[in-house]
């Protein structure tokens, strides 16, 4: 077996263009996907209009103005800014792609937030029609606009708060810019106590005896008020909930997924790829008279193509390393979902190329197999009816290609389910495919 | 069951008894006897699909019969028997030296660097010896091909249609080389639908059809059988005889 590695090897050292895409591959790819897990989005280029007249731009409330533009800044922390002249060229900066969305504040803003409250106020986002684009900025100018909006309620809040504190505690209220002095409740309540202590006749008692009560009544219930006012500041409480399995955070599962997908693919199409030469070369013909047993074709071909797509994969992984955060600790953990991930691959691979009599078939073939897999595999649970996933489960168990990536998420990010699992389904199907490639090899003489 | 006897045979080296072959219900071989000589340069003619090549392939080892035995008698019989396919089976991508090699090491021949050397020199390739096979011309390459089933020195040589895709001076420099061969002792036996040729080179013809044998002797004894005049050639006769024999 070990000549036809040397020959293999002899093969693939003189396929210089094969040899410098499994150097520069992983390279790029652990390159690109390093840069795109460890940067932040790009500020998406948005189309703004204020309408909203110079000397109009604040809203009073009581004694204070509050700058509406202070908190449309808020959205263009994650926003570019494009000025826009008018409606019609916002419209028209969406419709040719300068800008991803337009955002118009319309002229009676800061009028019907001081007249009718937030609910009547409103502003206009246009969007084009890409989804993932319309996603993205909808999802970045909606947390915006919530930030925006929690804190103007703050600001209310604040002023309101204040306002009970006179109606309490007494002092001075603006009302539409005449000042007036308040007693307070907890006043009213003393100088009534006062008068009901100095004259405690029938009458007098009878008298102001309600209004005491209200008094008392209102001292002990008007601090409530700013706790009915802070809901004001956070509407909607969120509650969030961590189902069990998948506690992965998005980046270190796509770096899963990432190298499962380079592995699959270096292991399947070199594994196919070397198989079917033998007979794409005719050289299965000599092989095949006692000079090598076909078990130990198999053995080789799996062998060479699993150790080559290993080094390529965990050369992917160490790069990626250096932008998303791994644990270290678990790099035996690693080389073992990679290893048993190669080799099931690899399986799959010679499978594939005992079905094919050239290399250039066996590639298309292998291509053609493993990425429909792969994006099965990728299916979530819920994205598809209850019976169709099932299906999906069932097709994806028979491949490599989810038990790998779950084996080499255990390893990785420690995920559900363990990696002992994984590896015995791994185990399973390379068994498997070996004996469906070595039955196979009985077509090739 | 027919049986071709050579005519000058005390102590054949490959013996083939009553060999048989099948593909679901089609019979590619049937009950084929024949046995080969030291030295003998004997060809296998026949019509497209008569089953020459699924019986050179029993002959080598690369499928095996039914029904039958095939044997090697005489001094050298534990050795392999060479198998040379009809399309050239070595790795383009490695030279010429590295193919040699390569096989010799899978023939596990004793003394690999003589072996590879001596092949070179045979083919007359020892120029060439460090070109990547792929770069080669189709008669180079068909030289490398017979080469490699050489390696191991058997006594048998088994050629499939080895003259094919090659010019006629590269036809007539195998020849001369597969001469050479069984003036050695290698007995060569081979299959082609190239009568002229069979005529020209062979000692002896075996004539299959359907995978039926149903001649064995010499060219001009397969002349005579078939009925065919004198002035007619042997590429006539032989389709007479197969005429006459009802195919």
């Known amino acids: 077996m070990r000549w036809l590695l040397l020959k293999d090897l002899q093969i693939l050292w003189r396929s210089k263009l094969l040899l410098g895409l499994l150097i520069v591959y992983p390279i ?54 494009v000025p826009a002249q008018s409606r019609d060229d916002a419209v028209a900066k969406v419709r040719s792609g300068a800008v991803l969305a337009a955002l118009i504040i319309p002229a009676d803003f800061t009028q019907k937030l ?60 603006d009302v539409l810019g005449t000042q007036f002095k308040i007693l307070g409740l907890e006043k009213s309540k003393r100088a009534i106590d006062e008068v009901m202590a100095a004259s405690p006749s029938r009458a007098t008692s009878r008298r102001l005896g309600p209004v005491q009560e209200f008094a008392e009544l209102a001292v002990a219930n008007a601090g409530r008020a700013k706790d009915v006012l802070n809901t004001i500041e956070r509407p909607v409480e969120v509650e969030e909930t961590t189902l069990s399995g998948r506690r992965t955070p998005l980046d270190a599962f796509a770096v899963a997924v990432a190298v499962t997908i380079s592995l699959m693919f270096v292991c399947v199409l070199l594994a196919s790829g070397l198989l079917a ?57 690693w080389v073992l979902a990679l290893g048993a991930g190669a080799l099931a691959f690899a399986a799959l691979g010679v499978a594939i190329g005992s079905l094919a009599r050239e290399v250039r078939a066996a590639s298309l073939l292998a291509f053609l197999l493993s990425l429909p897999l792969a994006f099965l595999a990728l299916v979530p649970s819920g994205g598809v009816s209850p019976l169709l996933y099932d299906v999906i489960r069932v097709i994806s168990a028979v491949f490599p290609f989810k038990p790998a990536l779950a084996a080499l998420d255990a390893a990785v990010n420690g995920s559900s389910p363990g990696l002992g699992q994984s590896l015995a389904h791994l185990a399973v199907l390379i068994a498997v495919f070996g004996v469906a490639a070595r039955a196979g090899l009985r077509r090739f003489a | 069951m027919t049986n071709a006897q050579s005519p000058a045979l005390d102590a054949p080296v490959l013996v083939v008894e009553r060999v048989g072959k099948r593909f679901g219900d089609r019979e590619a071989v049937r009950d084929v006897s024949f046995e080969v000589a030291r030295g003998e340069l004997l060809a296998i003619i026949g019509p497209n699909g008569a089953g020459k090549t699924t019986l050179l392939s029993i002959l080598a080892g ?30 383009s991508k490695l030279t010429v030296a590295q193919n040699l090699r390569l096989f010799a090491r899978l023939e596990k021949v004793d003394d690999l660097d003589a072996t590879v050397e001596r092949m070179l020199e045979q083919t007359a390739l020892k120029e060439r010896a460090d070109d990547e096979l792929g770069s080669l011309s189709g008669g180079n390459r068909q030289r490398v091909n017979i080469a490699v089933g050489l390696l191991a020195d058997p006594p048998v040589l088994l050629l499939d249609e080895p003259s094919g895709a090659l010019d006629p001076r590269q036809r007539q420099r195998l020849w001369n080389f ?11 036996i081979f299959a082609t639908h190239d009568i002229a040729e069979a005529e020209r080179h062979a000692d002896r013809v075996l004539v299959l059809a359907d995978g039926e044998l149903l001649f064995g002797g010499t060219p001009r004894e397969l002349h005579s059988t078939s009925g065919a005049g004198e002035h007619e050639d042997m590429e006539q006769a032989f389709v007479a005889f197969l005429q006459t024999k009802g195919h």
């Not at chain 1, 500020?43 to 533009?69: C, F, H, M, W």
């Not at chain 1, 800044?73 to 926003?79: H, R, S």
């Not at chain 1, 993932?132 to 600001?155: E, G, H, M, N, P």
């Not at chain 1, 090598?292 to 160490?318: D, N, Q, R, T, W």
């Open chain 1, 114 to 173: 001081s007249n009718s409250g937030f609910s009547a106020a409103s502003i206009e986002v246009i969007y084009n029609g890409d989804a993932l684009k319309q996603s993205f900025v909808r999802s970045t100018i909606s947390s915006k606009l919530a930030l925006a909006d929690a804190a103007l309620s703050k600001q209310v809040n604040r002023l309101a708060s204040g306002y009970v504190d006179v109606l309490l505690k007494g002092g001075e209220l």
């Open chain 2, 178 to 188: 597969i001469t050479a061969l069984t003036e050695r002792g290698t007995s060569v």
């Open chain 2, 62 to 91: 690369i499928r095996q019969p039914d029904s039958g035995t095939v044997a090697q008698r005489g001094p050298n019989s534990e050795k392999r028997i060479g198998w040379v396919p009809q399309q050239t089976a070595v790795y």
């Open chain 1, 28 to 81: 790029a790819i652990a390159t690109l996907m390093g840069l795109a897990l460890s940067s932040g989005p790009e500020k998406p280029r948005v189309a703004y209009l204020n309408q909203v007249p110079d000397n109009r731009s604040t809203i009073r409330l009581g004694s204070e103005k509050i700058d509406i533009k202070k908190y449309t800044d808020e959205l263009f922390t994650a926003i570019e800014r």
């Open chain 1, 277 to 333: 030469l033998e007979r794409e070369e005719n050289t299965f013909s000599r092989l095949a008279r006692g000079l090598v047993p076909g078990g130990h074709l198999i053995a080789e071909k799996i062998i060479l193509s699993a150790a080559c797509a290993f080094a390529v994969s965990l050369v992917m992984l160490i790069g990626i390393s250096l932008f998303v955060p791994l644990d270290w600790g678990r790099a035996g953990l």
